[in-house]
């Protein structure tokens, strides 16, 4: 059983930066891509960004060059730094290990992290 530990969440003022981690027992994460998803209230649940394997990236549009994904394989860690943070980033953000592309569309993988607060507020 994979368990996700995430960390980094907060109140931050708008163009602030927050980084937030995710760290992952077991011995598969190495082998599957990582991303993360968010959250707000009233809305659905939707990918931030994710990272392959290999280290291929990919991105929402809302969050592109502001936010940036990264992976620690030997620390079975992940990583999503985000700059320039907007009031419209604010939601409960969850990593998730295993999330697979079909066609131009991103599924979420098994395993869920328990879901971090990032609140962007003056």
């Known amino acids: 059983q994979v368990q996700l530990v995430e960390s980094g969440g907060g109140l931050v003022q708008p163009g602030g930066s927050l980084r937030l981690s995710c760290a992952a027992s077991?011995?598969?994460?190495?082998?599957?891509?990582v991303g993360w998803y968010r959250q707000a209230p009233g809305k659905q649940r939707e990918l931030v960004a994710a990272i392959t394997v290999g280290g291929s990236t990919n991105y929402a549009d809302s969050v592109k060059g502001r936010f940036t994904i990264s992976r620690d394989n030997a620390k079975n860690t992940m990583y999503l730094q985000m700059n320039s943070l907007k009031s419209e980033d604010t939601a409960v953000y969850y990593c998730n290990v295993g999330p697979a592309k079909y066609g131009s569309s991103w599924y979420p993988g098994a395993y869920w992290g328990q879901g971090t607060q990032v609140t962007v507020s003056s």
């Open positions: 077991g011995s598969i994460f190495s082998i599957y891509a």
